[in-house]
């Protein structure tokens, strides 16, 4: 079997790997628009024959997660090659799309993997491994072909939600592994070796509830649902309600998980400006009890708070995403600022930590690591035995 790996040898983002069994035949992991992109043009998709021209003969897409710097550039390619992902992927793909989240679009050619079941595309062998990841439904894969086997981390963690998968992957891995590709997306970030579990959050949110008597408003991405199950737990222990925009509810309606929150649920509820079913509240009920409601925002929602003044002394602020992203919210943290709110951030990441990807990779015991996800490949070789480095675009065999 050939590796290429496209494009994520040494960033974080964009990751495109071909691989290409001995008759020729290939699949492409992943095909995600750079972190770096200013636009999402034609232009950025990697050197890959066949991808947005008619016979093309790519076997498919297989899609690891529903982040779009792992899928976003297949807008892209030809409608005709088959693409693999899982059906929540898609119904978050569906969703975005009707909302007009930017880059979202959904795939045409669609096939649909489950959970530790096989399936085969030409020459390829895949079982895809549900993983602990800050996406909803995001995958590894084990890819066999020739006689090899490859496994896949896609975007990995140990300390979110579903930490219990972490624990009985490491506890009963794929055997034989050839090679592995390992993201490594903390290496170089954040030293700690440890990072906090999404539970113990649900601690802060729920001790930062507490002490505001007046509106708790986050900033957190609507696609986090670990962080918004967090956050609506700690709502209940408080006993605030949970108020989202539509587009939060929606997506969390599409994914038909009963144990999500919901506009259905007593004390979840969208905001609107007008009250016109049950499950609304408006900003009017907001500013009458300030203290019984916690409130995700998005600009819409920020900016009716704000042109109302119902941001003050008495109000908490809290930023639940990463750090690299606080640039975007400038002005509004500058408001809160300036209308004396009480400011914190309540967040953890959504990548493995180091003790998690040396798990991991013992686990695995692979023959050979491949770095990808990563801005700090170097650091494989003192973290990681039997590490090889390759560039992007460089093509290797197992
Ligand atoms: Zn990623
Ligand atoms: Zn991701």
């Not at 790996?5 to 960033?11: A, L, N, P």
């Not at 699949?27 to 990697?46: C, F, M, W, Y």
């Not at 649909?112 to 995001?138: E, Q």
């Not at 592995?180 to 903390?186: A, H, N």
Request: aromatic share 12%; proline share 4%; hydrophobic share 35%.
């Amino acid at each position: 079997m050939q590796i290429c790996i496209k494009r994520g040898s040494d960033q974080i983002g964009g990751t495109a790997i071909e691989l290409k069994s001995r008759n020729g035949q290939r699949i492409i992991l992943d095909l995600g628009l750079p972190l770096d992109a200013e636009q999402n043009t034609v232009r950025l998709l990697p050197d890959i024959a066949g991808l947005n021209t008619s016979g093309g003969d790519i076997e498919g897409i297989i899609i690891s997660h529903a982040h779009q710097d792992h899928y976003a550039l297949g807008c892209h390619i030809h409608k005709d090659i088959p693409v693999y992902l899982s059906e929540a992927m898609l119904r978050i793909m569906e969703v975005s799309c009707q909302h007009h989240i930017p880059n979202s679009f959904v795939f045409n050619n669609v096939r649909f993997f489950h959970n530790r079941r096989f399936f085969t595309t030409g020459s390829f062998k895949i079982t895809p491994y549900l993983v602990d990841h800050s996406a909803y439904d995001a995958y590894s894969f084990l890819i066999q072909a020739d006689g090899k086997r490859l496994f896949y981390s896609g975007d990995f963690r140990s300390h979110g939600r579903k930490s219990k998968l972490f624990d009985s992957f490491i506890n009963n891995p794929p055997e034989a592994v050839d090679l592995l590709l390992m993201e490594g997306s903390c290496l170089g970030r954040d030293q700690s070796t440890d990072y906090e579990t999404e539970t113990s959050l649900e601690d802060k949110f729920l001790a930062v509830f507490r002490k505001t008597s007046g509106l708790c408003i986050i900033q957190v991405s609507s696609q986090n649902i670990d962080r918004i199950v967090t956050i609506y737990r700690a709502c209940k222990k408080s006993g605030r309600t949970l108020v989202m925009p539509s587009y939060n509810g929606h997506l969390l309606w599409s994914l038909n998980n009963p144990s999500l929150p919901g506009f259905t649920w007593a004390d979840v509820r969208k905001f609107a400006l007008e009250k016109k079913k049950g499950h609304e509240t408006t900003p009017q009920e907001l500013s009458c009890y300030p203290g019984k409601y916690v409130v995700l925002l998005n600009k819409f929602i920020f900016d009716t708070l704000r042109n109302q003044s119902m941001i003050n002394e008495q109000s908490c602020f809290i930023y639940s995403m990463w750090n690299g992203y606080k640039e975007l919210y400038r002005d509004r943290i500058e408001y809160i600022i300036s209308r004396q709110a009480f400011m914190t951030d309540i967040h953890t990441s959504g990548h493995a930590d180091i003790t998690a990807l040396k798990k991991f990779a013992e686990a695995l015991s692979p023959a050979r690591i491949v770095p990808v996800h990563t801005f700090f490949p170097l650091k494989f070789k003192e973290l990681f035995k039997n590490v090889e480095l390759r560039s992007d675009n460089e093509t290797f065999e197992i």
